[in-house]
């Protein structure tokens, strides 16, 4: 298995529970928008600790770059997290991961599921091929958002936000609902992509299904 020792270069909050660090890239180190890596913090204790980190930076930066969500009550490796600071190493593997770019259509998200979408929202705003995407993006609470600024500006009205536990003028206010993506999904011949909580997916998948969208329609982490 790949294994490279990487130097964070900086660790900040995008929100008030997801970390974005960037790192060291090594020489010839590759992956493709959508895809993540296993990550392990290079100290005593913690060197094993592998967790799935998405890359949301662009394959030509010269750093990797990750949002990560931490859980500080759990005591566990997204808790040490919130202790790294500039000059600690992480541990990095192979490259892996299903969810990548196959055409226009519609990115569905929940929380965190949001960051394999990050880095192709990314390509296709640098390539000019974000016209005719959509992203619906379920959350809890507004301040609970991944990089809201960006996405309203890379899709201006093409992307609508869902929040679950509070009512806020100008967004949605529930769960994601098969007439919500109805609403947003003009044509089934159009590419579905899927990342969030077990229990969403499985919600979603099933509204897909009874809108008559095809399993080869639809691009998630298998």
């Not at 259509?105 to 880095?119: D, E, Q």
């Not at 809201?148 to 679950?164: A, M, P, Q």
Request: glycine content about 10%.
């Amino acid at each position: 298995m790949e294994r490279h020792i990487v130097k964070v270069i900086s660790v900040n909050k995008a929100t008030h529970d997801v970390l974005h660090i960037k790192a060291s890239k090594p020489d010839g180190y590759s992956f493709t928008p959508g895809q993540a890596t296993e990550v392990a913090i290079n100290k005593e204790h913690w060197d094993k600790e592998n967790r799935p980190f998405t890359f949301t930076g662009l394959p030509e930066d010269n750093y990797l770059e990750f949002h990560t969500k931490t859980y500080p009550s759990h005591n566990g490796v997204t808790g040490e997290l919130l202790n790294l600071k500039p000059g600690d190493e992480l541990i990095i593997h192979d490259v892996w991961g299903a969810i990548n770019y196959k055409g226009p259509g519609i990115f569905i998200a929940g929380g965190a599921g949001i960051t394999p979408f990050i880095s192709i929202f990314r390509y296709l705003a640098k390539s000019k091929k974000i016209e005719g995407n959509r992203l619906l993006f379920a959350n809890k609470k507004k301040d609970d958002i991944i990089l809201k600024d960006e996405f309203e500006k890379l899709l201006g009205k093409n992307v609508t936000h869902i929040l679950s536990d509070e009512e806020v003028n100008g967004y949605r206010h529930g769960f994601i609902s098969k007439q919500l993506i109805g609403e947003l999904l003009p044509g089934f011949s159009e590419n579905v992509y899927v990342c969030g909580p077990p229990p969403m997916m499985d919600a979603v998948l099933k509204q897909l299904s009874e809108l008559g969208v095809g399993d080869k329609s639809i691009v998630m982490e298998i």
